[in-house]
Nanobody, 124 residues
Framework: QVQLVESGGGLVQAGGSLRLSCAAS????????MGWFRQTPGKEREFVAA????????IYADSMKGRFTISRDNAKNTNYLQMNSLKPDDTAVYYC?????????????????WGQGTQVTVSS
């Protein structure tokens, strides 16, 4: 079992930056892939980014590539999502997720554990 707690969301102006954090507990953090997803009301949860256990491999949704950076600190059992050049369309609840096994993927259904989400609001 893995418990995930996100933090770092808030209100920011367009063009600004935020860094989200996800603190994990419950099992060996350094052995599991981690991801970030986001969701807005009435829409399906969408993939943002994911990172392998050793940080050797990461993937991004096309619309976030070049603006968002996922990273992790296995010594602190924490992963991060640095978001730069934010746009109003980035407004959403952002969720941290973890896979029990396997490689990083983009599919919501592949992830076994989820945090409660943190709201990010980008004003124009």
């Amino acid at each position: 079992q893995v418990q995930l707690v996100e933090s770092g969301g808030g209100l920011v102006q367009a063009g600004g930056s935020l860094r989200l954090s996800c603190a994990a507990s419950g099992r060996t953090f350094s052995s599991i892939p981690m991801g970030w997803f986001r969701q807005t009301p009435g829409k399906e949860r969408e993939f943002v980014a994911a990172i392998s256990p050793s940080s050797s491999y990461s993937i991004y949704a096309d619309s976030m590539k070049g603006r968002f950076t996922i990273s992790r600190d296995n010594a602190k059992n924490t992963n991060y999502l640095q978001m730069n050049s934010l746009k109003p369309d980035d407004t959403a609840v952002y969720y941290c997720a973890a896979k029990a096994t396997g490689m990083v993927t983009r599919r919501v259904s592949d992830y076994d554990y989820w945090g409660q989400g943190t709201q990010v609001t980008v004003s124009s």
